[in-house]
């Protein structure tokens, strides 16, 4: 027969052995939980790290060309390239000048003016001057929110430059921003591209074809002449290779040479 004792030493057992298959199964189910939890973040960086990489988070937003927010980009996601100085200043501040771009599309002529951008066109004819736009594709048109065809990478992938970068300058020349902090940059300006940072132009710059609302970072340093806009039109109307409104133009635009003169 059991005792009051035994019976009592049975059911504490039998509490315990419950208890510890409780808390065993728990202890599984959290495992569980945490498995398919690390599983979802893993996926979700992989994602993000492939957008990245990609270019879906590139500068200046590169496939936003159909948004009226739009910009015109250098990419920030490229390596970073070794660094050069810029070169020393070596031009008449006071002077004016002319970037002559001799290209397959037709001839694109733009006046600089060195005292309002001089650290802009000193830049600019250093590099001519070691023939750096020779031989290069304009990469890049965009007919959506804004219209300009960007140049100056000699990679041909938005994401070259002269390894060294300049500042910003003459950023208040073309008035108030509106109240989605935007200016518009007049159809046969010439600006330069960035990463979205402030001071971080190289090479690459954007012709207007076309009004082009954009925030008021980017140096506006040039102005097309008639000539040259008209050639500008026409690219524009050909459109990009695929299609869209932002992509590789139709007509290809190679510059056979760039040249910087003093006027």
């Given at each position: 027969?059991?005792?009051?004792?035994?019976?009592?030493?049975?059911?504490?057992?039998?509490?315990y052995?419950r208890?510890?298959?409780?808390?065993?199964?728990?202890?599984?189910?959290?495992?569980?939980?945490?498995?398919?939890?690390?599983?979802?973040?893993a996926?979700?960086?992989?994602?993000?790290v492939?957008?990245?990489?990609?270019?879906?988070?590139?500068?200046d937003k590169?496939?936003?060309?159909?948004?009226?927010?739009?910009?015109?980009s250098?990419?920030?996601?490229?390596?970073?390239?070794?660094?050069?100085?810029?070169?020393?200043m070596?031009?008449?501040?006071k002077?004016?000048y002319?970037?002559a771009?001799?290209t397959?599309?037709?001839?694109?002529?733009?006046?600089?003016?060195?005292?309002?951008?001089?650290q802009?066109?000193n830049?600019?004819?250093?590099?001519?001057?070691?023939?750096?736009?020779?031989?290069?594709?304009c990469?890049r048109?965009?007919a959506?929110?804004?219209?300009?065809?960007?140049?100056?990478?000699?990679?041909?992938?938005?994401?070259?430059?002269?390894?060294?970068?300049?500042?910003?300058?003459n950023?208040?020349?073309?008035?108030?921003?509106?109240e989605?902090?935007?200016?518009?940059?007049?159809?046969?300006?010439?600006?330069?591209?960035?990463?979205?940072?402030?001071?971080?132009?190289?090479s690459?710059?954007?012709?207007?074809?076309?009004?082009?609302p954009?925030?008021?970072?980017y140096?506006?340093?040039?102005k097309i002449?008639?000539?040259g806009l008209?050639?500008?039109?026409?690219?524009?109307?050909?459109?990009?290779?695929?299609?869209?409104?932002?992509?590789?133009?139709?007509?290809?635009?190679?510059?056979e040479?760039?040249?910087?003169?003093?006027?």
């Amino acid at each position: 027969m059991v005792t009051s004792d035994q019976r009592r030493r049975q059911l504490a057992k039998e509490k315990y052995e419950r208890q510890q298959k409780r808390r065993a199964e728990a202890r599984k189910k959290s495992r569980q939980r945490a498995a398919v939890i690390g599983a979802a973040v893993a996926v979700v960086i992989a994602t993000l790290v492939g957008l990245i990489v990609g270019g879906v988070f590139d500068k200046d937003k590169k496939d936003q060309a159909a948004d009226p927010s739009a910009s015109p980009s250098a990419s920030a996601s490229e390596p970073a390239p070794k660094q050069s100085p810029s070169p020393e200043m070596a031009i008449d501040q006071k002077a004016k000048y002319t970037f002559a771009l001799k290209t397959g599309a037709g001839d694109i002529n733009f006046t600089m003016d060195a005292a309002k951008t001089p650290q802009t066109v000193n830049s600019f004819k250093s590099l001519a001057d070691k023939g750096y736009f020779d031989n290069t594709k304009c990469h890049r048109l965009t007919a959506g929110g804004i219209f300009v065809l960007q140049c100056g990478d000699p990679e041909g992938t938005g994401r070259g430059g002269p390894g060294y970068t300049i500042p910003d300058e003459n950023l208040d020349s073309l008035g108030k921003a509106n109240e989605q902090g935007q200016v518009v940059y007049p159809a046969g300006t010439v600006a330069m591209a960035n990463t979205g940072q402030p001071g971080s132009g190289g090479s690459q710059f954007f012709l207007v074809y076309k009004d082009s609302p954009l925030t008021p970072t980017y140096t506006p340093f040039g102005k097309i002449d008639a000539a040259g806009l008209k050639v500008l039109e026409e690219i524009a109307k050909a459109g990009t290779v695929d299609g869209g409104q932002d992509g590789a133009p139709k007509t290809e635009v190679k510059i056979e040479k760039g040249a910087v003169t003093q006027n």
